[in-house]
């Protein structure tokens, strides 16, 4: 599933179960569809149609639990479906780097006084993953006088708008395009110094290799309020530097800008701890229905739609209040990145943890403040 680093992490995944199974029951089970050419990893697909299978689709794996139902003969196979990109499923940094081959690249793109930022643009400019965004360029400048090191630009740096801004502000700095993502995750895993995109590409690179520091956005995919299934943030390691963004998502690039404005210098360094150490409020349902909409919720929930049109539920009230509410379901239609781009403050509330998720805002705080859910309704042109 997915792109390089989604695969290596599956795989890391993987064999993190299996060295549990060896620890345990002393038997090595078979690794099963792993092929991963450029670090000479191959596993052939095993069939397992005839053979007792559990499915795992979470972020979070159960990773005691599974290899005790391998060990004990209760399945005889564990299919992972999921991006699994917790670090608690990843086996050690030493596994993990044992398992990834790493031949230094002949003409490093940083050196030792520099500090090499991953660019990622590509299929991410048009805004579609909420949670994968570009870094505000005032943060690299930030960094740069933090560190004292030069700025290098590295990766999918093809012309757009934000590119354009890194230029203008960066006209003394190395701008250098990638050229295949093996060489590439080479170059980013040598780097002495990085600052990682909000990409599981970068970020694997940065924890795999060497560098004396990582100085890593906790900004959209990396948010653990905003994206709360993935956790990508180390533990005990002294590499890296997290500086804490409010919640801030994804607008196609045209509109980048304007979103980087609204959180301008809006972040902070803090320690892991005091990320992981939040203790967010419980959503309130009472509060929370007094904005709901039939209409809204049927919508936004076409599988629930499709349950009451076929009578498992007598209306969506009544699946909101019994499942939806539990289930973390939107009660009502809020476009989330007009919402914390014309709110900083909200942004900023949501990201310290005062409150359960972005609905949960706007009905405690954010309708009282005459805030919007959405962005007003131009008028039609005459």
């Given at each position: 599933m997915g792109n390089l680093a989604n695969q290596m992490i599956q795989a890391m995944v993987a064999v993190?179960?299996?060295d549990q199974l060896r620890d345990r029951s002393g038997t090595?089970?078979?690794?099963?569809?792993?092929?991963?050419?450029?670090?000479?990893?191959?596993?052939?697909?095993?069939?397992?149609?005839?053979?007792?299978?559990?499915?795992?689709?979470?972020?979070?794996?159960d990773t005691p639990a599974l290899a005790l139902a391998l060990s004990t003969g209760a399945a005889g196979c564990i299919d992972i479906r999921s991006y699994a990109q917790r670090m608690v499923n990843f086996p050690s940094l030493n596994r993990a780097r044992r398992l990834f081959a790493h031949t230094p690249p002949q003409n490093p793109a940083a050196g030792p006084n520099d500090l090499l930022?991953?660019?990622?643009?590509?299929?991410?400019?048009?805004?579609?993953?909420?949670?994968?965004?570009?870094?505000?360029?005032?943060?690299?400048?930030?960094?740069?006088?933090?560190?004292?090191?030069?700025?290098?630009?590295?990766?999918q740096i093809d012309d757009s708008p934000y590119m354009a801004t890194l230029r203008a502000l960066f006209p003394q700095a190395r701008f250098v395009p990638g050229v295949s993502p093996e060489a590439d995750f080479a170059q980013l895993r040598h780097a002495p110094h990085i600052v990682p995109a909000i990409s599981t590409f970068s970020w694997?690179?940065?924890w795999l290799g060497h560098a004396q520091t990582i100085?890593?956005?906790?900004?959209?995919?990396?948010?653990?309020?905003?994206?709360?299934?993935?956790?990508?943030?180390?533990?005990?390691?002294?590499?890296?530097?997290?500086?804490?963004?409010?919640?801030?998502?994804?607008?196609?690039?045209?509109?980048?800008?304007?979103?980087?404005?609204?959180?301008?210098?809006?972040?902070?360094?803090?320690?892991r701890a005091a990320i992981t150490a939040q203790v967010r409020p419980p959503r309130?349902?009472?509060?929370?229905?007094?904005q709901f909409s039939e209409a809204e919720y049927s919508t936004l929930h076409p599988d629930v739609a499709s349950a009451v049109e076929g009578g498992h539920f007598p209306s969506f009230r009544h699946h909101f209040v019994h499942h939806g509410f539990a289930e973390g379901r939107a009660p009502f239609a809020l476009d989330h990145a007009f919402y914390v781009t014309?709110?900083?403050?909200?942004?900023l509330e949501l990201s310290d943890g005062h409150y359960a998720d972005i609905w949960h805002h706007f009905v405690l705080s954010g309708r009282g403040r005459g805030y919007r859910r959405r962005a007003p309704e131009k008028p039609p042109q005459p």
């Open positions: 993190s179960l299996a090595s089970p078979r690794l099963s569809n792993i092929n991963l050419p450029a670090f000479c990893m191959h596993h052939p697909y095993v069939p397992h149609n005839d053979i007792a299978t559990l499915t795992v689709t979470g972020h979070t794996l930022c991953s660019i990622r643009q590509g299929d991410i400019l048009d805004g579609h993953h909420p949670d994968y965004v570009l870094i505000p360029p005032a943060f690299y400048a930030d960094m740069a006088e933090i560190t004292a090191l030069n700025p290098v630009f590295f990766g694997l690179a940065a100085h890593l956005p906790v900004l959209g995919l990396f948010h653990l309020g905003q994206s709360p299934s993935v956790d990508l943030l180390p533990e005990d390691d002294a590499r890296y530097r997290f500086y804490q963004f409010p919640y801030h998502y994804a607008v196609p690039v045209a509109q980048v800008a304007a979103a980087h404005q609204a959180i301008h210098r809006l972040w902070r360094q803090v320690p309130d349902l009472d509060a929370l229905l007094t014309a709110y900083p403050m909200a942004g």
